[in-house]
């Protein structure tokens, strides 16, 4: 074991776990990448290391820059770890209906929240970060959501990672937010093996669509359509909250304490075991359960734990 | 066959103000082509003039994004729950 220099060091090369005690389909074994080993808590941590170094080659970051970011927390925090590590400084655009457990986490790391109201869930945040770097060009805004390094980060690192651990891989099923784990990770495995899947797995979107006005403030993340998205998924399933904590307590169950989306990317994988024969799914756990202690997600009633879910951004 | 066709808060005024609505089609693209002919007010607003799904619409079948099944040629059968979507980001 040696000892790293800097913690930036410490991110990536998570370990795999075997969950196939939890599959319906006694052909299909199901491994899990814990990607809540990262020293921020979340996969993120990766495209946040890989977006801030990329901005560095290019020269637009120096000491004491100023940084701005829409996010629904983990982002944020991988962003904010980096930054606080390298001395920059960083701002970030926040749904209001995050868990407090991420916003205490984003402080603590030195970064400063600018709240963006919960009813337009994450694409108000993009919305108004883009607003707020058009008004100060002197801010670097990374934008994961079209930073090629977002994915570059998982077509290096993660895919690599899960074809060294597990060449036998048949499908890969991960959740879809800024699309770059699917995309990055996607991409490695095909170029690989053409005949690995790629399963997303999406919440319902649930009430943060009522705040939409109109259709066209809908939102693509275009590092998505830029990429092949649409070409390199081959399914795209809605996981509700009930299901993901379903899932989720029942990775508790065999010690694992994971966030909720691991429960959907979980669920997900589940629905795929039962529609193959045989096979090897890998899923990406973004997060361990830390962050969602408040949500009451483990404790209690699992309806109200649901309900509760709803209000709450989770992936 | 008719389904049931679950719209989004945005699209109900152009549907009678109702959550769900019934269509009928043995395809996805048959289901909404009926349902913008019963409800005109949803024309360009789910499918596109030239007939394609809009582009910041998602349209599921039992949960599944018909885009990765077979799109608009996605087969409907009694009893599927059928919703319409918008596009919205995560992360």
Not at chain 1, 93 to 110: C, D, M, Y
Not at chain 1, 279 to 305: E, H
């Amino acid at each position: 074991m040696t000892v790293a220099r800097s913690v930036l060091d410490l991110i990536g090369n998570t370990p795999m776990v075997d969950v196939s005690s939890l599959s319906p389909n006694p052909a299909v074994r199901i491994l899990v990448k814990l990607e809540g080993q990262n020293p921020g808590g979340s996969v993120k941590d990766r495209i946040a290391l890989s977006m801030v170094e990329a901005a560095e080659k290019e020269g637009l970051l120096h000491p004491g820059s100023i940084l701005i970011e829409p996010t629904s927390g983990n982002t944020g925090i991988g962003l904010a770890l980096v930054c606080r590590a390298k001395g920059y400084h960083l701002k970030v655009v926040l749904p209001e209906n995050v868990s407090s457990e991420r916003s205490q986490l984003l402080e603590i790391f030195g970064a400063e929240i600018i709240w963006s109201p919960g009813s337009e869930g994450s694409n108000g945040a993009v919305r108004m970060a883009q607003q707020v770097a058009a008004d100060h060009p002197d801010w670097v805004f990374l934008y994961q959501y079209g930073n090629p390094a977002n994915p570059r980060a998982h077509t290096e690192g993660t895919g690599p990672e899960i074809w060294q651990d597990c060449p036998e891989v048949t499908h890969f099923v991960a959740g879809l937010g800024t699309s770059g784990t699917l995309l990055g990770v996607g991409h490695y495995l095909k170029d690989r093996n053409p005949d690995v899947e790629v399963w997303a797995v999406e919440p319902p979107a649930g009430e943060m669509v009522d705040g939409l006005r109109n259709l066209d403030d809908g939102y693509i993340p275009p590092i998505f359509t830029d990429l092949g998205g649409p070409d390199l998924l081959d399914r795209k399933t809605i996981i509700g909250p009930r299901l993901s904590i379903e899932w989720t307590r029942k990775l508790a169950e065999i010690g694992i304490f994971a966030g909720l989306s691991t429960g959907a990317a979980l669920a997900g994988a589940a629905r795929c075991a039962e529609s193959i024969e045989t096979g090897v799914i890998v899923i990406v756990s973004a997060d361990g359960g830390w962050k969602y202690l408040s949500s009451g997600a483990w404790t209690g009633d699992l309806d109200a734990a649901a309900e509760e879910a709803k209000k709450k951004i989770y992936f | 066959m008719p389904v049931e066709v679950r719209l989004p808060t945005l699209l109900r005024p152009a549907a009678g103000g109702t959550t769900t609505v019934t269509a009928e089609g043995s395809t996805i693209g048959e289901v909404l082509r009926n349902l913008v002919g019963a409800h005109p007010g949803l024309a360009g607003q789910v499918l596109t003039e030239k007939g394609a799904l809009h582009r910041f619409v998602n349209v599921y079948v039992n949960d599944d994004d018909v885009r990765y099944l077979e799109q608009l040629e996605t087969p409907v059968t009694d009893g599927d729950e059928i919703s319409i979507l918008p596009a919205v980001a995560g992360g």
